[in-house]
């Protein structure tokens, strides 16, 4: 009975979408990122709706929840599929939402102080998560392949695909805490940081997006990836890190302004 459960509970994760989804580790060094940008005003609201939690302790709940079936509703928030040569404007929506209207959602839920704390909790968590999946590039991705998980790797000799190689592989066997990484990504300046949070959710897809199409022809279905794939774009993930967190900083001083 146990295992039937527990394979229950595996297929129930696997049918969310575009699974799986940036490692743990890697959401939490968004979130230890964007702690250290928030403003006074915001990181005291925060405090105060989180009991004092901190964003990376909170920053893997919507994946956490994709077991249980109350939340199925939202598992088209986590990603958005835009073909080649398209911009988000032009192209028919997800019924059942996606990343982008998801994004929107929760932002609009936080915001309203007159709202229920308990539905502003909720919505800030997803929120978190949520900046964090749009910054890993597969997340938009192309339908067909299901934002590269269709796509057939190994690494290091274990089989894994295209999607996953950027979820998880490279940021868990770089082998370091959220903090150690958080703290070892290339500093950058104010003006570097400014420009970074420039813009707003549909510029950040197109970005990623644009990304996506470089990754999508940086391999081959089958192919063996070891260390020199990681060496040639382990700057695009510490980017894409970096960006996460200073935007959703950005996200959260501008609602808790």
Same mark, same amino acid.
């Given at each position: ?157 274990? &089989?894994?695909? /295209?999607?996953? !190689?950027?979820? #998880?592989?490279? =940021?868990? *066997? ?5 903090? %150690? ?17 420039? &813009?707003?959710? /549909?510029?950040? !897809?197109?970005? #990623?997006?644009? =990304?996506? *199409? ?5 391999? %081959? ?37």
């Amino acid at each position: 009975m146990k295992n039937i459960v527990l394979l229950i509970l595996l297929a129930s994760q696997m049918s969310f979408g575009n699974a799986p989804f940036w490692s743990k580790t890697g959401h939490r060094v968004i979130g230890e990122i964007a702690q250290n940008e928030l403003s006074g005003k915001a990181k005291r609201a925060i405090a105060k709706l989180l009991d004092g939690k901190s964003l990376s302790s909170i920053s893997n709940f919507a994946d956490e929840i994709k077991a249980d079936s109350r939340y199925r509703e939202f598992s088209a928030w986590h990603y958005v599929n835009i073909p080649p040569g398209k911009d988000y404007k032009d192209i028919e929506h997800n019924t059942y939402g996606d990343l982008v209207t998801g994004i929107r959602k929760c932002i609009e839920i936080v915001k309203d102080g007159k709202n229920p704390k308990e539905d502003r909790v909720f919505y800030l968590k997803m929120l978190v998560h949520l900046v964090g999946d749009l910054h890993q590039p597969m997340h938009v991705g192309r339908v067909e392949d299901k934002g590269g998980n269709d796509i057939q790797v190994q690494w290091f000799g274990r &089989g894994s695909n /295209l999607h996953r !190689v950027w979820d #998880s592989n490279m =940021i868990d *066997d770089y082998g370091l805490s959220f903090s %150690e990484l958080a703290n070892s990504l290339p500093e950058l300046d104010k003006n570097a940081r400014k420009k970074i949070q420039e &813009g707003e959710v /549909l510029d950040w !897809v197109k970005e #990623s997006q644009e =990304i996506a *199409d470089k990754l999508y022809d940086s391999v %081959e279905n089958g192919e063996k990836l070891a260390y020199r794939y990681s060496y040639v774009w382990w700057g695009t993930v510490e980017s894409q890190l970096n960006k996460g967190g200073l935007r959703l900083a950005k996200v959260l001083n501008d609602l808790f302004k």
